[in-house]
């Protein structure tokens, strides 16, 4: 098999990142996405671990037919059934069913035998196969467990019907040779292995997930398990963007391929961090914002007189659009659908004349719109798209003698226009305290940043709030040219959210 699959992860270990939940509406706008990206498995979360994933998954498994819809389940019985009622819809269903195996996570968490391991994940890969023929099993830590007993369960399971198994380097412990090592003996180890794909699971606590994947699919694995900008559990899973890159810009080397549309990895990274509030670093692989641009003289030049000379991928095999237009207020519809087009957006007739209005509105504040410009204010009416409160006026006034003063008008969800105002330290405190006044639902303000979209004095302003309700954070985004008037949009975005879960 020269083909690696891409198992894309971000709706469900992506998802554990701290302060990166995500509604029901925006796991589904991802998988679309993800399907438009090609991958070739979509894991859409944890079925039993909350109503609301639940949800997420079922949806998912109805709406998204291509790729294949894998619901995660503890190995218990409660767990296979629940992971069977999310994905049953799905026109292919999965279920991955994960055991811990290290004599770490064996002594100090399960208390379990080795014994007990091995015939709880037989049971619990035999109960998956009733529902489906399509059923993945992961040892978990397994990158900390002797490699003789994972040969034992990996044999165990594919005997039980597992058709992939997954090798998991759970806590981001592995060295790319050690664990190349491992992929190698199971092959040489596991009688059965001709009946199933090994996959890899990496994380990335010492940085090295990325490359004991790419080790891992060289020594034999098939199958990776990676997110998207690589968002995950601390420092996050394998990011799906460079394992894809990697393999298709060396192909000299690999001599594998992918199924994976690459010119949606742009559109897909910036769709993932717009929802999941975290921004991807400047010098991110493939998608941070320096990825492709030079600096020095010497390799400006280069690449004026021929790209190859400083840019291994040409940026417009990830999306990245070849030019950045400037648009402004007299460009038309047809040429903002256009350049919306170019961008990777798909809008309905009647997304696309909100966001034109939009646009209009900025255009006329702003001399010049660029990409980035457009990027932020589709996602800011796709925020306002599920709102439970909708923020109508926004009066403020501050100084260095004045007192901080904030009057606010929402549209409740029942139509009735509320108005409130208050004093704060400053106008954003204000703000908050008036919204809060309104919505009365108790919170903590755990993180504020703000940060400009494009340069200049009139560019607009992206504000990211994080809030905390009984031990859950809820991130929100407000986007604006009157930053003040963007804090107030995030805030209210954030309370939202918090409100739409607690629904
Ligand atoms: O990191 C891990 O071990 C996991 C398993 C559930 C596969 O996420
Ligand atoms: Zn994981």
Redesign the pocket.
């Known amino acids: 098999m020269d083909r690696v699959i891409i198992f894309d992860t971000t709706l469900r270990?992506g998802e554990q990142a701290a302060g990166g939940t995500l509604n029901i509406q925006e796991k589904l706008e991802i998988a679309r996405q993800l399907e438009k990206l090609n991958v070739d498995v979509i894991e859409a979360g944890f079925p039993i671990s909350s109503p609301g994933d639940f949800e997420a998954v079922r949806l998912i498994a109805k709406e998204i037919r291509a790729p294949i819809i894998c619901a995660?389940a503890r190995a218990l019985p409660q767990d296979v059934d629940r992971a069977w009622e999310a994905v049953k819809e799905a026109e292919h269903p999965r279920i991955h069913v994960?055991l811990s195996a290290s004599d770490i996570h064996r002594l100090y968490q399960l208390k379990k035998s080795r014994e007990e391991i091995l015939q709880t994940s037989r049971e619990m890969v035999t109960r998956a196969k009733k529902y489906t023929d399509d059923v993945e099993f992961?040892p978990?830590?397994a990158s900390r467990t002797e490699p003789e007993y994972i040969y034992q369960i990996v044999e165990a399971v594919i005997d039980a019907g597992a058709t992939t198994v997954?090798i998991?380097d759970?806590v981001g412990y592995a060295i790319p040779d050690e664990f190349g090592g491992l992929i190698e003996g199971i092959y040489h180890h596991v009688s059965n292995i001709n009946r199933a794909v090994i996959s890899v699971?990496c994380?990335n606590d010492l940085g090295l997930a990325v490359a004991n994947s790419l080790e891992s699919i060289r020594r034999g694995a098939r199958q990776v398990e990676c997110t998207i900008n690589g968002i995950g559990e601390r420092a996050g899973n394998a990011s799906l963007e460079e394992i894809v890159m990697a393999i298709k810009t060396r192909k000299d080397f690999f001599n594998l391929s992918t199924g994976i549309n690459t010119k949606q990895i742009y559109r897909t990274s910036r769709l993932v961090s717009e929802l999941t509030g975290f921004s991807v670093q400047p010098n991110k692989a493939i998608v941070g914002a320096n990825a492709f641009s030079h600096e020095s003289g010497i390799h400006q030049d280069g690449v004026i007189k021929m790209p190859i000379t400083y840019e291994i991928m040409d940026p417009r095999t990830v999306g990245i659009p070849a030019s950045s237009l400037v648009m402004g207020k007299l460009s038309g519809r047809h040429a903002f659908k256009e350049r919306l087009a170019e961008l990777g957006y798909g809008l309905s007739e009647e997304d696309l004349s909100r966001a034109f209005a939009a646009f209009k509105e900025l255009a006329d504040k702003k001399r010049e719109v660029t990409d980035r410009d457009i990027e932020s204010l589709i996602a800011e009416e796709q925020r306002t798209v599920s709102e439970v409160y909708h923020l109508d006026r926004l009066q403020v006034s501050c100084g260095d003698r004045g007192i901080p003063t904030a009057a606010v008008r929402l549209i409740a969800p029942d139509g009735q226009v509320l108005a409130d105002a208050a004093l704060g330290t400053g106008p954003v405190d204000a703000v908050c305290k008036a919204i809060n006044r309104l919505v009365g639902v108790p919170n903590v303000l755990t993180e504020f940043s703000i940060k400009s979209v494009t340069e200049g004095i009139d560019a607009i302003g992206e504000v990211l709030i994080r809030i905390e309700s009984e031990g859950i954070t809820y991130t929100g985004r407000g986007a604006d040219t009157d930053i003040i008037v963007a804090s107030a949009k995030a805030y209210t975005n954030a309370l939202n959210r918090l409100l739409a879960a607690k629904r």
């Open positions: 270990d995660l994960f992961s978990m830590d997954n998991p759970t699971h994380h």
